[in-house]
């Protein structure tokens, strides 16, 4: 039995976020681990020809809809972020900095940029405006920015979304149990039965 789940994520999307809100209650309820794996969504569509769902007019108003109506199922905020999209490549260097050097403080860095893109929502491609959030969230935004701009961060974030893409993700939440992989936070109970079988 496969007591792990890596879960490939980029905060810019919504559906990450509301994988994010439920990962760590489910895996608690099959008692196994969230493998925390930041990657570039940006990058992920690059190398796969992927697209934002949103780059289809009316793909994106159904899944603005329906991004809704998984929040509220699980009963948490979402307010779609009205600057989307945001360029998140200093958001996911910051979050592997945080993983990599202060991993204590890695889910609360999360809690606070995740927030800030989709409970708040703010601007967060505004180097001000996410130095703020930051700063409210009990970070220093110029250790942050110091930790995103080490190569090895830089690195780190790289083998992330290229293995992400290498295991045959092309999007953003990607969950891995095992070799099985699943897209989407609305596949969170395929993943409960990999978890569990």
């Given at each position: 039995?496969?007591?792990?789940?890596e879960f490939?994520f980029?905060?810019g999307?919504?559906?990450?976020?509301l994988a994010?809100?439920?990962?760590p209650?489910?895996?608690?309820?099959?008692?196994a681990?969230?493998?925390?794996r930041?990657?570039l969504?940006?990058g992920v569509f690059?190398?796969?020809g992927?697209?934002?769902p949103?780059?289809?007019?009316a793909?994106g108003?159904?899944?603005n809809?329906d991004?809704?109506?998984w929040?509220?199922?699980?009963g948490v905020?979402?307010?779609f972020?009205p600057?989307?999209p945001?360029?998140?490549?200093?958001?996911?260097?910051g979050a592997?900095?945080?993983q990599?050097?202060?991993?204590?403080?890695?889910?609360r860095?999360?809690d606070?940029v995740?927030?800030?893109?989709w409970?708040?929502p703010?601007?967060?491609?505004?180097?001000?405006?996410?130095?703020e959030a930051?700063?409210?969230g009990?970070?220093?935004p110029a250790?942050v920015a110091?930790?995103a701009?080490?190569?090895e961060?830089?690195?780190q974030?790289i083998?992330?979304?290229g293995e992400?893409?290498?295991?045959g993700?092309?999007g953003?939440?990607t969950?891995?149990?095992?070799?099985q992989?699943?897209f989407?936070?609305?596949r969170?109970?395929?993943?409960?039965?990999?978890?569990?079988?």
């Amino acid at each position: 039995m496969n007591r792990t789940v890596e879960f490939f994520f980029d905060v810019g999307s919504p559906t990450a976020y509301l994988a994010y809100t439920q990962l760590p209650a489910l895996a608690a309820a099959c008692g196994a681990q969230v493998v925390w794996r930041p990657m570039l969504l940006g990058g992920v569509f690059k190398a796969t020809g992927n697209a934002s769902p949103i780059s289809v007019p009316a793909k994106g108003r159904w899944m603005n809809d329906d991004i809704q109506r998984w929040a509220r199922r699980y009963g948490v905020p979402l307010v779609f972020n009205p600057h989307f999209p945001i360029n998140t490549l200093p958001l996911m260097r910051g979050a592997v900095g945080v993983q990599m050097r202060e991993p204590e403080a890695f889910l609360r860095y999360l809690d606070v940029v995740f927030g800030a893109m989709w409970r708040e929502p703010r601007n967060l491609g505004d180097p001000a405006v996410l130095a703020e959030a930051l700063r409210a969230g009990g970070f220093d935004p110029a250790s942050v920015a110091a930790l995103a701009a080490e190569p090895e961060v830089k690195a780190q974030l790289i083998a992330n979304t290229g293995e992400a893409v290498a295991r045959g993700a092309f999007g953003a939440p990607t969950f891995f149990v095992g070799e099985q992989m699943f897209f989407g936070q609305d596949r969170l109970e395929f993943v409960r039965e990999a978890l569990s079988g």
